[in-house]
DNA sequence: TTATAATTTGCAACCGGTTGTGTAAAAAGA
DNA sequence: TCTTTTTACACAACCGGTTGCAAATTATAA
């Protein structure tokens, strides 16, 4: 019946006999509007159940106040906590966050950052898929003044915002704890090229084992193609059939170190006592586990908040000479000891 | 420098010597334009580098080509899982899809329904705040004829899509579970309003007791204010207390069946052999703790892309009288048995 | 060859705000 | 009182596609 029910600044403008400009000013406390006009303008708007349009008023500057998400999925507990963070600190900013999957798939992510472009974004936040290498699908954004920022996974060399932890230091911190606590042999599984998150978390943990004088053994290293219990499990497995069987392990991941807990527990192997397991990520796993998985915290949320906070901060820099081209932030990880590892 | 690199079907246009409109039938295939001319378009729109620009597209009709999806949070994997369902259908139709945190609450409910307005979505997806009673804030979706459809926790009375599991019926069968066990003393924890899922399962679990002729004790019923993990361990260990404590626990949450098991842990009580447990929903978590959760499997990503579908499926339909008014979808749940629970 | 129909393509209004520029009115200064 | 500023508001172009309708071109029929 009343269908268009849509109510336009045209409408209010018509009503209180002034120009739409008039309205469109008023309504957002222009300066050259008197007080009196803005107050009837604003009542009108509201009695008239005037909502703006978004859509229309975001044609001009050819951006819609979006933000745009791309991640390999949205269901591991990592991301949904980024996800959580980047919305957080746009909806405080009035911003929307529109979210992609690539499920991991270097051809989705092409097509999607396209239709991210197609959607005319204000701003790109990215974790990288598992298999991408090349990253020139994401020069639109440069060349466009459109700020990107990749987190967690990022790429190699890309002249943009990064906001990551430091993978090295957290397999440092790891692997030292270990140590602390007196293991001697020290199994690591890894994962992804050599590029990825894992492979600095490994640099790290060898790192660490070259500083403590612990000679480094090939047979405690396994590579697992892909982060799942499948593969995790087999893992596990393999480390703890070893003749001379490890005393400690440490998993990038949560889920990583949950397997061989288990693993070591259908093995009757005693964990701690026998071997010492820390994880990756204070996922909600790690604490349910029994005993309960040591692990690195990984500011997920912050993370997201960070680049959210980036991506608005650097909206309105459009060509300017001076602008930063490319920033790394490094964000805090912590040692977190849970009985898994706890042996002194 | 080159900056406004922003290729337009007016560039495109003049290149070619064509009017704007038959670039844009051109390239969406409109039968009035010749082959021979819609593949001249095409190519040259890719030599010159054009994308098309959604947000002005989506300025005649209005609407965007989005999804709109308002939930408590999106850390829960229940819900993470719901969004990556919502998000698989919406790329497939090539919709986008923006995500809003309630936080569950009831202001904040109202605030991003009318951002989601002023967005002009095409259509909304939401799972309401625990707080929120009135669900007026969604009229204007219904004025506006842009497809609503409630997931999981739906008001009691609104005339749109609801997306639903039938939580009487899980109630019961998970009960009855515990029964066919040879469960005598069943404890039930609940939450929420007498209008929640949770009230539904527990009116499950009422009728599978007295189907069995199980007498109700109030004692073994704890409601909690918040699903959390405190307050799951406070009612488990009331619970568990009891002088004639439970053989059985009917969780309906899997935090609570983990917070269940943990505390009979503590307390020396043997799981499933003098306690038996069942929660609900399938987490990750159920199937990491020791003994493995049995529990009430959620199809979260199915109800997701169910609400999608639905969403598309009733986008066109606008002002027919005939029209869906109301619909109510109910997707399958079955009882997980793991070891939690076996004791025959 | 001419009339009629079918196929192509172009014109221009439109979607709903935004904003540069121009001008009248009110306030301040001379 | 007259000029100079300020202040307040209006006009109209603009953002980039979309689409109804008319016009032009080509094909088919008589």
């Known amino acids: 019946m009343k269908e268009n029910s849509e109510v336009t600044i045209y409408d209010i403008a018509k009503k209180l006999n002034l120009a739409t400009s008039t309205i469109s000013r008023g309504l957002k406390d222009h300066h050259t509007i008197s007080k009196k006009t803005i107050e009837m303008i604003k009542k009108t708007a509201a009695e008239m159940g005037y909502r703006p349009n978004n859509l229309a008023a975001s044609l001009r500057g050819n951006k819609m106040?979006?933000?745009?998400?791309?991640?390999?999925?949205?269901?591991?507990?990592?991301?949904?906590?980024?996800?959580?963070?980047?919305?957080?600190?746009?909806?405080?900013?009035?911003?929307?966050?529109?979210?992609?999957?690539?499920?991991?798939?270097?051809?989705?992510?092409?097509?999607?950052?396209?239709?991210?472009?197609?959607?005319?974004?204000?701003?790109?936040?990215?974790?990288?898929?598992?298999?991408?290498?090349?990253?020139?699908?994401?020069?639109?954004?440069?060349?466009?003044?459109?700020?990107?920022?990749?987190?967690?996974?990022?790429?190699?060399?890309?002249?943009?915002?990064?906001?990551?932890?430091?993978?090295?230091?957290?397999?440092?911190?790891?692997?030292?704890h270990l140590i602390d606590q007196g293991c001697k042999r020290i199994a690591h599984i890894t994962a992804g090229s050599e590029f990825s998150i894992y492979h600095e978390r490994k640099k790290g943990y060898l790192a660490a084992l070259e500083e403590h004088n612990i000679p480094f053994d090939e047979n405690l290293c396994v590579k697992i193609n892909s982060v799942t219990y499948d593969d995790a499990a087999k893992a596990s497995e393999k480390l703890l059939s070893l003749k001379s069987r490890p005393d400690g392990i440490f998993a990038p991941g949560d889920i990583l170190g949950v397997s061989a807990i288990q693993c070591a527990k259908r093995m009757g192997i005693k964990v701690p006592e026998e071997l010492a397991v820390i994880g990756f990520n204070n996922d909600p796993i790690s604490y349910i586990i029994d005993p309960n998985l040591s692990t690195i915290t990984h500011p997920a949320s912050k993370m997201g908040q960070t680049s959210a906070e980036i991506i608005l901060k650097n909206l309105k820099q459009s060509r300017k000479k001076d602008q930063i081209v490319k920033q790394i932030t490094f964000l805090n990880t912590e040692v977190l000891v849970r009985e898994s590892s706890k042996r002194i």
């Not at 290498?133 to 003044?145: A, M, P, Q, Y």
């Not at 932890?165 to 692997?175: L, R, W």
């Open 65 to 176: 106040r979006t933000i745009g998400v791309l991640l390999p999925t949205v269901t591991q507990p990592f991301l949904s906590s980024l996800i959580s963070g980047i919305e957080i600190a746009a909806q405080k900013a009035g911003y929307t966050v529109i979210i992609m999957q690539s499920h991991d798939s270097y051809e989705e992510e092409v097509n999607l950052t396209q239709s991210l472009y197609d959607n005319r974004v204000s701003g790109v936040i990215c974790s990288l898929a598992m298999g991408t290498k090349d990253t020139s699908h994401f020069n639109v954004f440069i060349e466009n003044n459109t700020p990107l920022v990749f987190v967690d996974r990022v790429p190699q060399s890309f002249e943009t915002f990064h906001v990551i932890i430091d993978n090295f230091s957290a397999g440092y911190k790891a692997t030292k």
